[in-house]
C-alpha cells in the first residue's frame, strides 16, 4: 500500500464514450501526476498539478482532460479516445521542498482498453 | 536531465547480493541520482537517491563514484519478490520536481 489510491483498476471503453479515471492520496503531498505506459514503452509524463494548479501539459491531446479539485483528489477525464491510447495510467504524488522533488509515490494504475 | 545508461537485464541468485549499475557520465552537479523499480503490473515503486555520498536504506544501498559518473543499486540479499524492472534517473533539484524520465532499466531476475 503505498498511500495513492486509484480507481477504477481495469476499465473497458468504446470510442464513443466518456469515463473518469480517479486518483486519492492520502500522504499530505501537494503535487500529484499523471503518467503513461504503453506496451513495450517508458512511463511518460502527461500531466502536473503543484498546489492544485495544472503546472505542466507534455503536449497531451485535449481528449485526455485533469481535473485537480484538491491536492488530495486527481481526475483523468476521457473522451473520444482511440485504440492507441490503451495503456497503463499511473497517477503519482509527491510532497514540494527544495530539496530532492522526485521522491514520487505511484498508485497500482488503471489499466485501459479502447475498442 | 542527465542520459542514463543500464545494461537491459541481470540475472541474480536468490539470497546473493544484486549489484544493478548505471551510467550517468553527463550529470551535473546539482542533479540527484534517483532510482525506482517496478514489479510487473504495477505503479513503480522508490527505492532510493543520492547526490555525492552513499546511501543506505531499508531497501537498498546505493554507490555513487567519486566523479558521481556512475553509480550501482544493491539489494544486499535479492529475493524472488524482487524481480522488476530497475530504473536508474538521473534529476536536478531545487525547483524541478516529478518530471521523472523513465528509460527502458534494467530487467532484474532473481531466480531461486
Known amino acids: 500500500e503505498t498511500g495513492v489510491t486509484q480507481t477504477p483498476r481495469h476499465l473497458v471503453m468504446g470510442m464513443t464514450n466518456k469515463k473518469s479515471l480517479k486518483c486519492e492520496q492520502h500522504?499530505?503531498?501537494?503535487?500529484m501526476y499523471w503518467y503513461k505506459q504503453s506496451a513495450k514503452k517508458p512511463l511518460e509524463l502527461m500531466f502536473v498539478?503543484?498546489?492544485?494548479?495544472?503546472?505542466e501539459n507534455n503536449s497531451v491531446p485535449s481528449r485526455f482532460s485533469p481535473e485537480c479539485p484538491n491536492s488530495s483528489h486527481l481526475f483523468l477525464h476521457l473522451h473520444t479516445l482511440q485504440p492507441e491510447d490503451s495503456a497503463l495510467y499511473l497517477c503519482?504524488?509527491?510532497?514540494?521542498?527544495?530539496?530532492?522533488?522526485?521522491?514520487?509515490?505511484f498508485g497500482s494504475g488503471t489499466q485501459l482498453s479502447v475498442l | 536531465d542527465a542520459k542514463t545508461t543500464q545494461p537491459p537485464s541481470m540475472d541474480c541468485a536468490e539470497g546473493r547480493a544484486a549489484n544493478l549499475p548505471c551510467n550517468h557520465s553527463?550529470?551535473?552537479?546539482?542533479?540527484?541520482v534517483y532510482w525506482y523499480r517496478q514489479i510487473h503490473s504495477q505503479g513503480p515503486q522508490y527505492i532510493i537517491h543520492g547526490l555525492k555520498n552513499n546511501e543506505t536504506n531499508e531497501m537498498a544501498s546505493l554507490i555513487i563514484t567519486e566523479d558521481r559518473k556512475s553509480s550501482t543499486l544493491i539489494l544486499p540479499h535479492a529475493t524472488l519478490r524482487d524481480t522488476a524492472v530497475y530504473y536508474c534517473i538521473g534529476r536536478g533539484g531545487g525547483t524541478s520536481y516529478g518530471k521523472l524520465t523513465f528509460g527502458q532499466g534494467t530487467i532484474l531476475t532473481v531466480h531461486p
Open positions: 498539478y503543484n498546489f492544485k494548479e495544472q503546472t
Open positions: 553527463t550529470i551535473s552537479g546539482n542533479e540527484y
Open positions: 503519482a504524488s509527491s510532497h514540494i521542498d527544495r530539496g530532492a522533488n522526485e521522491k514520487l509515490f
Open positions: 500522504l499530505g503531498h501537494n503535487a
